[in-house]
């Protein structure tokens, strides 16, 4: 069971769980390594009964070699002692190999799980989470996941097979000690059942301000820039620290009451003993228990009392990974909204490039009050050059994205050579653009393999001629090790129009029939830019190309301009039939070219 509230610190829904149900979600992870788990369930069993037959040995050593004073009946016993502690030796070594190598296997198999999962999600959900957040997820929330497999179930399984098997032996050995023991066994109990709702609760909140501290580190140092040239280091630090602080004082409720649980119940444990070992001490004085009985039964009650102890400490261990774990669940039920359909429509070789909207009305999901795009019917002919110009915010780049397939309109249909995108597999739609965005990406690898991201089996030659047609050649052989040379997170050792010749580069590898520029020369000097559109123009012969550009002066060549205002079409047709026509292109024209 459980209820969602709101959070008081983040303003954010939280679902409260009432049990360790998250905690079954462990299990596909867990189910392909039976064979380690069956390990060590067998050394587990071996490890155990090696140590409850210590107390035996024990009862011998007092009844019958202190005792006898034979010198033989000792040998044989410490004999016996040495073989058992080398089986639980040995056996101790194998269960803790088994179960922290499930612990590790089960991890990597969680994280590549999640990780699967959530790069295969639409860009809504994006939109609405925070990248820092996430990678807290699949970070700290999956070795706290780690820890419980690793090491806290083995702990806490052992002590509950001790306990038992401690509970079952000292009932053997004096039922009405066992008695007297039992008598506490509800007390003990009380504060654990009390105490560890609460204690995750705490765990669960104490995750998310981490996660929210997470998410500010992660945006803040991918900003360093932005934030060093408003002097805003002071300023990020302190509200970096605020948020640290909070998850520090969540913590440390979390911490008070783990320690406070963990008090009561080893006083209540030692106490019980205390209790029964004062009972049967007046036992063997009154000669109704031998010595040797009474120190069988102490050892089988500390062996009880400790597991309990180590159940107790464990417990908030427990609670952490199930509260880790319950976010975790919450990644894994969030469902793509667009995706490939069952039954896809197959492409018929290579798309010819033929593009058609029809009455298309979208907004987005994050902003639903307002529509991005509204009646939008356009088509484009295969081979076609059509630019795309209108203020910001008109609705150009929207148009990129339902191309894409990032997201699907309310309204309306878009077509691909006759075909609903709808209809067809995600990656065959998409294998049939190429794009260059305005903003754009360059990963942490070499100068070849951000290139090659466009096609990943491109060998070498066919990525240097890329470059050399992106005019990117000349600076990427100057680079110390050429091609070889890794960029730095998000392209650092280039200027930014260095990095647009690699995008292109990308693009032009690609050799997809459909091309998407979204300003793809923004950041380039004015003669880059002039051989890069020699490059474009040599790259869009026999392709459909559409292209979004707020200067106007690159998209005089385009076959036809549309003009888009408000999410609408306005107007469209040649630079020179728009100028003709007055209106927002030839005010825009006027704007840019009287300058």
């Known amino acids: 069971m459980s209820e969602t509230s709101i959070d008081p610190t983040s303003g954010r829904p939280v679902r409260k769980a009432r049990d360790l149900g998250d905690l079954r979600r462990l299990w596909p992870f867990l189910k392909p390594h039976k064979g380690l788990a069956l390990g060590w369930v067998v050394f587990l069993g071996l490890s155990s009964g090696a140590t409850l037959v210590l107390p035996v040995a024990v009862r011998h050593m007092i009844n019958n070699g202190f005792a006898g004073s034979d010198p033989r009946v000792i040998n044989r016993t410490f004999i016996g002692l040495f073989v058992v502690a080398l089986v639980m030796a040995l056996a101790t070594a194998a269960r803790f190999y088994c179960i922290t190598l499930l612990g590790e296997r089960s991890l990597a198999s969680l994280r590549s799980s999640l990780y699967d999962h959530l790069i295969r999600l639409d860009l809504g959900f994006y939109e609405r989470s925070r ?3 996430l990678i807290s997820r699949l970070g ?26 401690a509970t079952v032996a000292m009932i053997i050995t004096s039922p009405r000690l066992s008695g007297l023991t039992a008598l506490v066994i509800p007390a003990v109990m009380l504060p654990i059942l009390i105490f560890g709702r609460r204690v995750r609760r705490l765990s669960r909140h104490s995750q998310d301000r981490l996660a929210d501290a997470s998410a ?17 280091e002071d300023t990020e630090s302190l509200r970096y620290g605020q948020s640290i602080r909070n998850a520090l004082s969540t913590a440390r409720r979390r911490i008070g009451m783990s320690s406070g649980l963990t008090a009561s119940v080893i ?12 009972a049967g001490a007046r036992d063997v004085l009154a000669g109704h228990l031998n010595a040797g009985v009474l120190g069988q039964f102490v050892m089988y009650a500390i062996f009880a009392a400790g597991s309990v102890g180590a159940v107790s400490g464990v417990w908030g261990q427990v609670m952490r990974a199930s509260g880790a774990m319950g976010r975790i669940g919450e990644l894994f039920d969030e469902q793509a909204t667009v995706s490939t359909p069952v039954s896809p429509t197959p492409m018929p070789g ?8 029809e ?4 907004r987005y999901p994050t902003r ?21 110009v209108g203020p910001s915010g008109a609705g150009k780049s929207t148009v990129f994205g339902l191309l894409l397939r990032f997201y699907d309109p309310q309204r309306g249909t878009i077509l691909l050579d006759g075909v609903d995108l709808r209809a067809l597999a995600l990656p065959d739609l998409r294998g049939a653009f190429a794009l260059v965005p305005q903003d754009t990406v360059i990963f942490g690898g070499s100068a070849a393999e951000n290139i090659r991201f466009g096609r990943s089996n491109a060998v070498e030659e066919e990525v240097q001629r890329a470059a050399l047609a992106a005019e990117a050649d000349a600076f990427l052989r100057a680079l110390p090790q050429g091609y070889d040379t890794e960029l730095g997170e998000r392209g650092v050792r280039l200027s930014g129009g260095q990095r647009q010749r690699v995008a292109i580069a990308r693009a032009i590898l690609r050799d997809a029939p459909i091309l998407l520029l979204d300003e793809a020369t923004s950041a380039l000097d004015a003669q880059s830019e002039a051989a890069i559109q020699q490059a474009l123009a040599r790259l869009e012969k026999g392709r459909t190309t559409l292209v979004i550009a707020h200067r106007l002066a690159t998209v005089q060549r385009a076959d036809r301009i549309v003009v888009m205002d408000g999410g609408r079409i306005i107007a469209q047709g040649t630079h020179d039939s728009l100028l003709r026509e ?13 300058s």
């Open 140 to 165: 700290t929330d999956t070795e706290l996941v780690q820890t419980l497999v690793g090491s806290g179930i083995s702990v806490a399984l052992r002590s509950v097979v001790m306990l038992i098997g």
């Open 216 to 232: 500010i580190a992660n945006e803040t140092l991918n900003a360093a820039q932005a934030i060093k040239a408003y002097s805003r």
């Open 368 to 388: 639903p009050e307002t529509a991005a795009l509204e009646e939008f019917s356009l088509e484009v002919q295969s081979g076609e050059t059509v630019a795309l």
């Open 350 to 357: 290579r798309a010819k490039g033929a593009i058609r909207f």
């Open 582 to 594: 007055g209106g927002l292109y030839a005010q825009l024209a006027n704007l840019q070219f009287a």
């Open 267 to 278: 006083t209540l444990v030692f106490g019980a003993i205390t209790l029964v070992l004062w």
């Open 131 to 133: 990248v820092g957040e």
């Open 359 to 362: 009455g298309v009305e979208f």
